[in-house]
């Protein structure tokens, strides 16, 4: 966190390692050629400093939904309605424009923007939106599509970014990820188990049935935007 001369404060990501000085560009270039949405983090320019490269970024926030579940756990039904739609807004704003994240989970998420006293949550770090889209490996493996190398998918695509953001909702709306029950994902007889249980009674059977459909293993079965 840091100020200008006018006391503006701003997000300094500065490069741990020259080695990865691509994704800072990759980043750089991606947030200049998005049209400016809300809930997604601004970029305000490239620099370098010390022979490191950084980007200034508007502040998402001062914990990410991460910090914010395992504080507090399971957001309200009110929060969880907002916090959905922004990350569902933000997800349409990239489809829009050809964006793939590849890295959505709970720690990208920033409590950002007040608008009548509630915080909305956008979305940041984009360092992996340019890798090749045969690279299946990136991101977090546990908000990962598990059926990204099945038959029919040649590389990343907005599926796999959509399950990622579904895997969000669950554990915003859970606590928790959903598991795999018998065996690994890819196994035929492995179901994914979802924790209806912890869903609120008056939403439970519709939560329930939307992340089935988020879920399936055949991406035709999900939802198709």
Known sequence: RVEDEHGREYALKVCSDPSHHDRIDDEAATLEALPRHPRIVELHRALTLKDRKCLL?????????????????????????????????????????????????????GAGSVNKGKAHRLLFDFSLARVPLAETRVGTAVYRDPYLRTEGRTGWDYHADRWSAAITLHEMLAGTRPSFTGGSALEPEAKIAIAAERFDPSVRDELRGFFERCFARDVSARFGS
């Not at 399971?74 to 829009?96: I, K, M, V």
């Open 57 to 109: 970024l508007g502040i998402a926030g001062r914990e990410t939904l991460q910090q914010r579940i395992a504080k507090l756990g399971p957001a309200s039904l009110d929060e969880a309605n907002r916090y959905g739609d922004d990350l569902l807004l933000a997800l349409e704003h990239l489809e829009e424009h050809q964006v793939l994240h590849r890295d959505i989970k709970p720690a990208h998420l």
